[in-house]
């Protein structure tokens, strides 16, 4: 599977007013805290890959974002490099995990060493058949994800270009996208 992915810095109140108007879904209000790993055998910020371990819990209405990580879910993500020029897409590979405590022991033990922590607060929007985030990054600011998922190498430059779409539609420009991921922005 391949995640097509286009991201840019923008202010949320202005994007929320224009998913309100396009009719976009709103969903969940999750944060998420990603651990990020280093590899004893190979450079991934050379690599440009990925080793993380996510923990990540709803928001429940009047909840502080801070105590919603009490009973987290986890889940560990590989990311493969980026495999166009255009976007950030890449190669993904996910799957839960009982303990993300537990997971990162493991990886220690085995020569994984921490990288780094990255903290958002993410809102989810459906809008045009695609996954629209509205991310504020602790230490970093306000940014705006569109992305799909597609099987094959085959349909990413359509599904980019139904995301640079949405971004058009949100009065958002592709050509402002970052492709760095957060955790490479915050080690600039």
């Keep these: 599977m391949y995640e097509v992915e286009a991201k840019v810095a923008a202010d949320h109140e202005r994007v929320r007013r224009e998913l309100d108007a396009r009719d976009a879904t709103a969903g969940e209000t999750v944060v998420q805290e990603d651990t990020y790993f280093d590899?004893?055998?190979r450079d991934f910020a050379e690599t440009d890959e990925a080793l993380r371990v996510r923990e990540q819990a709803t928001v429940r209405e009047g909840e502080a974002p801070g105590e919603a990580l009490n009973g987290a879910d986890s889940r560990v993500t590989y990311k493969g490099p980026l495999v166009d020029d255009e976007s950030k897409t890449r190669?993904?590979?996910e799957t839960g995990v009982e303990s993300g405590d537990e997971l990162r022991a493991v990886?220690?033990?085995v020569g994984f060493t921490e990288a780094a922590r990255v903290r958002k607060v993410r809102?989810?929007?459906a809008l045009d058949g695609v996954t629209v985030t509205l991310d504020d990054?602790?230490?970093l600011g306000e940014y705006v994800e569109v992305e799909l998922e597609v099987e094959s190498e085959a349909d990413i430059p359509d599904a980019r270009e139904r995301a640079y779409g949405?971004?058009?539609d949100l009065g958002l420009d592709?050509?402002?996208q970052l492709r760095t991921s957060y955790l490479g922005?915050?080690?600039e």
């Design 39 to 41: 590899a004893p055998h």
């Design 91 to 93: 190669e993904e590979h």
């Design 107 to 109: 990886l220690d033990g």
């Design 123 to 125: 809102s989810y929007y």
């Design 137 to 139: 990054v602790t230490n």
């Design 166 to 168: 949405v971004l058009r």
């Design 174 to 176: 592709p050509d402002d």
């Design 185 to 187: 922005l915050l080690l």
